[in-house]
């Protein structure tokens, strides 16, 4: 039903708006007015992102303006804009909206302490956008929504309208701008859905780091003595995964801020990744797949209607997003003390580090600005080996100070609550992908125990000489040749050759930190001890 709700203030005149509306009324209007959306046998809503399965960070940019111009680490990632091109596709923006026979506004905040939340207002053309905001956002009641007054951030997503490729700087039909002073993002030529959370994501690491907040790209539960666990990773590497822990409160799978208070959760929801997916791997994610959820870019059976989870014809990049309160064991309000344990999730495609290691807090910054994970081969002629990644804090597409200004914050913070750190790898064991294989998840699980249930505190430990990390030597269930790597590995010889290489990748990488960062924390990196 439209409300008397309006968008004059920005120069949109489209009257019939759906504001804040209930999950049934989206799943009709999707249903009805979007190609393509069709209803699960489970009843969650599928639908199509178009022709951008992904995120496309080539085509994001940052206003340059003189009150936070200095802040910015500009480069690759954090590329700049100037304000008249911004208008520009503000006004593109506007003129798409101002066409539409409808449009969906969701007001809602993100951020669970109401200390440090701001208020955002997502403007877009589709029902499946506004359904994803609604799971991803955390929802005002009646009575907050009255008092809503104006937003702190204001998303134009226009994302089914392109970009004009003459304009000056674009460098496709996408574009996703941010402009910091004028509290905005313009979303143009793309329908991932995903652009607006991450858009918000980068708001976050801007804002909170000025009042001493450590931003986190990282998922975060919490046991029944009230022991906080922070796991770091990359896409692929298990956070989602992992943290979905049935003998634990899930505070949140991706985005977090650690405050002086404690933790909290960014965002009301999860997005979780669905290839593959199965209720025996991961029940807690497969079960929230129903009534609510967006399932997006996946393969069914155009007559059961069931989804094959396998089928990556469309995207490797499946999505359910769903409200976190779909998970059984979940904290309510997503925030919780300071955190007890933190963990670096790896995916090692070339087997050579440890399936579990303890660090020091400066191995941990290390680490954190690292952001090191490793991708299986591609499908291109000629590419078999691993492919190592490198995202500094685990989240560098999103982070707009220079990475040492979180790694700062991350090892005050650990120092100052005394934080154990861990690096854990869910990749390769007994050789690099193709030769040998992919650890155990119950193994990983029974690792993640063995931190929570306090069991490496009572084993031995042996060090890595070149990387400088504590293996324990035993886990409850987990093989003990499994947590040395090099056991692993029939090929001894190799293995030295392979984390020899490993090494020179991540001192390499350092390299473009190294004068920025503090003597002890490029210490710790790893060396080739070995002549």
Not at 58 to 82: A, F, M, Q, T, Y
Request: glycine letters at 8%; a negative charge.
């Amino acid at each position: 039903m439209s409300t008397p709700f309006n968008l004059e203030n920005y120069g949109i005149h489209t009257t019939n708006i759906y504001r804040n509306t209930s999950v049934p009324i989206l799943y009709e209007l999707g249903l009805r007015l979007e190609k393509g959306t069709a209803i699960s046998d489970v009843g969650a809503l599928m639908t199509y992102s178009g022709e951008k399965t992904g995120r496309s960070p080539k085509d994001k940019r940052i206003v340059k303006h003189p009150d936070s111009e200095g802040n910015i680490d500009w480069g690759s990632i954090n590329i700049g804009l100037d304000e008249h091109t911004f208008m520009v596709n503000h006004e593109r923006a506007i003129d798409y909206l101002n066409i539409c026979e409808h449009l969906y506004v969701v007001d809602a905040f993100a951020g669970w302490d109401p200390k440090y939340r701001i208020k955002t207002r997502i403007i877009c053309t589709r029902a499946y956008h506004a359904l994803f905001m609604r799971n991803m956002l955390i929802m005002p009641t009646e009575g907050e929504l009255a008092d809503f007054g104006e937003p702190d951030y204001v998303i134009f997503n226009a994302g089914q309208f392109p970009a004009n490729q003459y304009t000056s700087e674009m460098t496709s039909k996408t574009s996703v701008d941010i402009n910091l002073e004028r509290k905005e993002i313009v979303i143009l030529g793309t329908e991932y859905a995903g652009e607006m959370k991450k858009g918000i994501f980068s708001i976050m690491n801007y804002l909170m780091p000025l009042q001493n907040v450590l931003p986190m790209h990282c998922s975060a539960n919490v046991g029944e003595n009230d022991d906080v666990t922070i796991l770091f990773g990359l896409s692929g590497t298990g956070k989602t995964t992992l943290s979905a822990d049935p003998k634990r409160k899930l505070i949140g799978d991706d985005e977090h801020c650690w405050t002086n208070e404690g933790t909290f959760n960014i965002e009301g929801g999860c997005y979780a990744k669905a290839i593959d997916l199965s209720a025996e791997n991961e029940p807690d994610i497969f079960n929230a797949i129903k009534f609510g959820t967006v399932l997006e870019n996946v393969v069914y059976n155009k007559e059961t209607r069931q989804v094959d989870y396998s089928d990556t014809s469309i995207t490797q990049n499946t999505r359910a997003s769903y409200p976190i309160h779909y998970i059984d064991n979940v904290q309510m309000p997503c925030k919780a003390g300071h955190p007890e344990n933190i963990t670096f999730l790896t995916c090692d495609a070339f087997g050579v580090l440890p399936p579990v290691s303890k660090l020091s807090p400066e191995q941990a910054s290390y680490h954190f600005i690292s952001g090191y994970t490793a991708k299986v081969a591609g499908t291109e002629m000629g590419v078999t080996e691993p492919q190592a990644t490198f995202s500094a804090c685990f989240g560098a597409a999103f982070m707009m100070w220079h990475p040492n200004k979180y790694a700062e914050l991350l090892a005050k913070k650990i120092k100052e609550h005394k934080v154990t750190a861990w690096l854990v790898n869910t990749g390769w064991t007994g050789g690099a992908h193709g030769v040998g294989s992919r650890i155990k998840l119950k193994y990983t699980r029974a690792m993640i125990d063995a931190i929570h249930n306090k069991d490496f505190d009572s084993v031995d430990f042996v060090k890595d000489e070149e990387f400088g990390f504590q293996i324990p030597t035993s886990c409850p269930g987990v093989p003990s040749e499994v947590l040395v790597p090099k056991n692993t590995w029939d090929d001894k010889a190799k293995y030295d050759e392979v984390k020899k290489k490993l090494i020179k990748l991540f001192t390499d990488n350092f390299k473009q930190f190294a004068t920025d960062v503090n003597a002890d924390i490029v210490a710790a990196g790893p060396k080739n001890l070995a002549s």
